[in-house]
């Protein structure tokens, strides 16, 4: 399918393939690009899709991780077309696409939300997420014990799913491909994680968007999918029965239908 990688001297690392409208895959927190690997030849038929590795992970690894901001500026430098692009963000990727989408909305076209969040912790003003302590407790956990740590995540990602041992199996796979991930640059991500809070921006973020919920997922549960699709201007909420935290690998046929008509502008 004519996959390229991204030319030498960029710090973030992308691989790209096919022809056609430009549509931009963003993974999650400790992962990579390889990630996308299963949904690269469809979308490859249809358009030129161009898999990151986000700053500080995968090939993109020595890519400092200091703020949202920074994130989304060194993604944005390393897609070099010009036309508006459709952004796929999965978790801590589809916070990345939002802020993305806020910054910049020219550019955005159109939004795909996976397993997204606007915030990843829970407050008091906000019941639809993890405990402070519970995140805190991981990057205790990372200091202590790196890969025992990163692999219990994964677990938790797809706990509930009635698709989990397969999904975790390809989580578990992918997660170590591309080396080990650098425990600075992964510890600095959590910390965004913890930290990033886009409920009020995302009220202003107009770009057509889709977000997709797990019905099981734990990390984002579906009330936060529902929040977010509900505050962002034109966005609509799509829940899968059946799903945790990464329906478009558990639950590819029902992900694929969700998706399809919207990206291809149905």
Request: net charge neutral; proline share 7%; glycine share 10%.
């Amino acid at each position: 399918m004519g996959m390229s990688a991204v030319a030498a001297g960029t710090a973030v690392h992308v691989e790209s393939a096919g022809a056609g409208p430009p549509l931009v895959l963003l993974h999650g927190w400790a992962l990579h690009g390889g990630l996308f690997a299963p949904l690269m030849a469809g979308y490859a038929a249809r358009f030129r899709v161009h898999a990151v590795d986000l700053p500080g992970h995968g090939h993109s690894s020595r890519t400092e991780v200091e703020t949202l901001d920074r994130i989304v500026d060194a993604v944005a430098s390393s897609i070099g077309c010009c036309e508006p692009l459709s952004v796929l963000g999965w978790s801590f990727g589809g916070q990345v696409a939002l802020r993305w989408a806020a910054r910049e909305p020219a550019r955005i076209a159109r939004l795909v939300l996976v397993g997204t969040s606007p915030r990843f912790v829970a407050a008091p003003d906000w019941p639809h997420a993890m405990t402070a302590d519970t995140l805190a407790r991981f990057g205790d956990e990372l200091a202590a014990g790196f890969r025992p740590t990163l692999l219990r995540f994964l677990t938790l990602q797809v706990q509930g799913s009635d698709e989990g041992r397969r999904t975790l199996a390809l989580l578990r796979h992918q997660l170590f491909a591309r080396g080990d991930p650098p425990r600075g640059a992964i510890a600095a991500a959590l910390g965004l994680l913890a930290s990033t809070d886009l409920r009020d921006e995302a009220r202003d973020v107009a770009t057509p968007a889709l977000v997709v919920s797990g019905e099981r997922d734990t990390l984002a549960p579906p009330a936060a999918g529902a929040w977010l699709a509900k505050a962002m201007p034109n966005a609509h909420h799509a829940c899968l029965p059946g799903a945790a935290h990464a329906p478009f690998l558990s639950h590819r046929a029902a992900f694929d239908a969700a998706a399809a008509a919207f990206l291809d502008g149905h």
